[in-house]
């Protein structure tokens, strides 16, 4: 059973899926399009990561039986098109909860104490900081900080929070809490929150779901964290808020128009750090993820129920 993995990967990760032996795994660059097109011809199985998987590439599949997202999110592949394909699309939670986990609590630290801005002066000027660049660097100890979203990422990250001291409150649609956070109204955590943290998956619901009257009722030292999906915050609301110093800094690990944003704005504010959607890419969600391709493979070629099966 051929597997395409649409997928950039270094040597270490390419070694992960090296050792399969079933399926065949076979790797194409993310912008190797002319590639990509030639193996999708018998591919049977799509791997599928960021890059949007559309009603094209779709149609242009006439053996695919399987879209298996690597991760949770399915808003980059076109689902109609799959349903009217006959092709099923499965995802795959758990796999990086640990690291978006992870990844999120050091954009927290990170902003929290200006590492990217004092790492910039450093490179450039002299060995004592401006006075203003040593201004309003915090601990997470004592801090309050909000969880918008309480799914796998948001559990695995509030113990860690409470346990260097952090007051941690969330806000769900199910609202509730449990013994490492609170649960409390959106308008609430807005106003109250020193970090307000990003865990709700992208919705029709959710587009834009952090604006300009969300960054109004902030506080004007709150720090925005998203490592969940970049449709989630206006971007041009965010820029405006950091520039007007309304709030106090932001780490972001998902935007808009992926894989392709527009940053330079976003790269011109004050005490924000950037990272390309990497806040999953480990070799242990790799690993785990490994796991869930063989074993849907093989369900798909026994004619089994698939895991975690969306369409």
């Known amino acids: 059973m051929k597997a395409l993995l649409h997928l950039n990967l270094g040597p270490a990760s390419e070694a992960i899926f090296a050792k399969a032996t079933f399926p065949d795994i076979v790797p194409v660059g993310e912008s190797d399009w002319d590639r990509f097109y030639q193996e999708l011809a018998d591919t049977e199985v799509l791997l599928h990561s960021l890059v949007p998987v559309t009603k094209e590439i779709i149609s242009r599949a006439p053996h695919l039986r399987l879209i298996q997202k690597i991760g949770i999110g399915v808003n980059t592949i076109d689902l109609n098109a ?8 499965a995802n795959m ?15 927290m630290l990170a902003v929290l104490r200006k590492v990217g801005d004092l790492d910039r002066a450093l490179r450039t000027q002299d060995w004592v900081p401006s006075t203003a660049a040593k201004e309003g660097i915090g601990e997470i100890s004592g801090s309050t900080i909000g969880l918008i979203g309480y799914g796998a990422v948001g559990q ?3 113990p860690v929070l409470a346990a260097l001291g952090a007051k941690v409150q969330v806000w769900s649609r199910s609202m509730q809490g449990d013994g490492h956070a609170e649960a409390i109204a959106l308008d609430k955590l807005l106003s109250t ?21 969300a960054f109004a009722a902030m506080r004007p030292d709150t720090i925005l964290i998203n490592t969940a ?12 808020a950091l520039q007007q ?3 106090a800094g932001a780490g972001l690990d998902v935007f808009h128009n992926e894989p392709r944003p527009a940053l330079a704005a976003l790269r011109a504010s004050p005490n924000v750090i950037l990272t390309p959607h990497i806040a999953w ?7 785990r993820s490994f796991d869930v391709i063989t074993e849907n ?15």
Do not use: W, Y
């Open 245 to 247: 110093k309304r709030i």
């Open 93 to 107: 939670p758990g796999t990086n909860t640990q690291a978006v986990a992870e990844h999120a609590l050091g954009l």
């Open 156 to 158: 695995r990250l509030a």
């Open 297 to 311: 493979c093989r369900r798909l070629g026994a004619g089994e129920p698939l895991l975690h099966r969306v369409v």
């Open 281 to 287: 890419l480990t070799p242990q969600t790799l690993a």
């Open 193 to 213: 929150s020193n970090i307000i943290s990003l865990h709700v998956p992208f919705t029709p619901q959710t587009d834009k779901f952090i604006g300009r009257e």
């Open 229 to 240: 999906r970049g449709e989630l915050v206006d971007e041009a609301a965010l820029v405006e």
């Open 82 to 89: 799959a349903r009217e394909a006959g092709i099923a699309v």
